[in-house]
T-cell receptor, first 113, second 112 residues
Framework: GENVEQHPSTLSVQEGDSAVIKCTYS??????FPWYKQELGKGPQLIID?????GEKKDQRIAVTLNKTAKHFSLHITETQPEDSAVYFC????????????FGSGTQLTVLP | KAGVTQTPRYLIKTRGQQVTLSCSPI?????VSWYQQTPGQGLQFLFE???????NKGNFPGRFSGRQFSNSRSEMNVSTLELGDSALYLC???????????FGSGTQLSVL
């Protein structure tokens, strides 16, 4: 099956700086890569996603890049704000596996004011 | 538009008991997926239902089961609870053929 590795496990940045979280996946048949943000006491919230036929996608301060050859994908958050502090999860979905996502282990992002 | 609703929010059970968790998807969403979240294993897929049919099942023992009703609401059941079943159980819904999952806040299950 699919395996997703996520780094780093913790990340602290100063407010206004950029944050980058990286994931690698094992199965080249994966074709959908979402990112989720989870705040304390809440369920994961979808913040951005990308399909395997796209190399990059941006939504305001958030961007995701995908390198299919290297099986890497990354989340970039620019101009970080204290409210960006949360746990971020990457995930991958194998083609044909409906809505079965394999998640990374999570990154605790802390934005220091 | 209301989000995914999970009840109850917290649950305490003892070993050997069984438990039923409930999930109401976003209005119009016909797919419901269940995930288990623990500090050690992270987020793991349990199963997915679409139009009352189980479409996919993760690598969990048969003690974990689920069902979906005609109004798309879903329940999952865990029988003969073990200490290791203590976890946050998350339900997610999605619209038709969409890949996007929208999660509820979960049910925190503690097994004593």
């Amino acid at each position: 099956g699919e395996n997703v590795e996520q780094h780093p496990s913790t990340l602290s940045v100063q407010e206004g700086d950029s944050a980058v979280i990286k994931c690698t996946y094992s199965d080249s048949a994966s074709n959908y890569f979402p990112w989720y943000k989870q705040e304390l006491g809440k369920g994961p919230q979808l913040i951005i996603d990308i399909r395997s036929n796209v190399g990059e996608k941006k939504d305001q301060r958030i961007a995701v890049t995908l390198n299919k050859t290297a099986k890497h994908f990354s989340l970039h958050i620019t101009e970080t704000q204290p409210e960006d502090s949360a746990v971020y999860f990457c995930a991958a979905r194998l083609s044909g596996s409906a809505r079965q996502l394999t998640f990374g282990s999570g990154t605790q992002l802390t934005v220091l004011p | 538009k209301a989000g995914v609703t999970q009840t109850p929010r917290y649950l305490i059970k003892t070993r050997g008991q069984q438990v039923t968790l409930s999930c109401s998807p976003i209005s119009g969403h016909r797919s419901v997926s269940w995930y288990q979240q623990t500090p050690g294993q992270g987020l793991q897929f349990l199963f997915e239902y679409f139009s009352e049919t189980q479409r996919n099942k993760g690598n969990f023992p048969g003690r974990f089961s689920g069902r979906q009703f005609s109004n798309s609401r879903s329940e999952m059941n865990v029988s003969t609870l073990e200490l290791g079943d203590s976890a946050l159980y998350l339900c997610a819904s999605s619209l038709g053929g969409s890949e996007k999952l929208f999660f509820g806040s979960g049910t925190q299950l503690s097994v004593l």
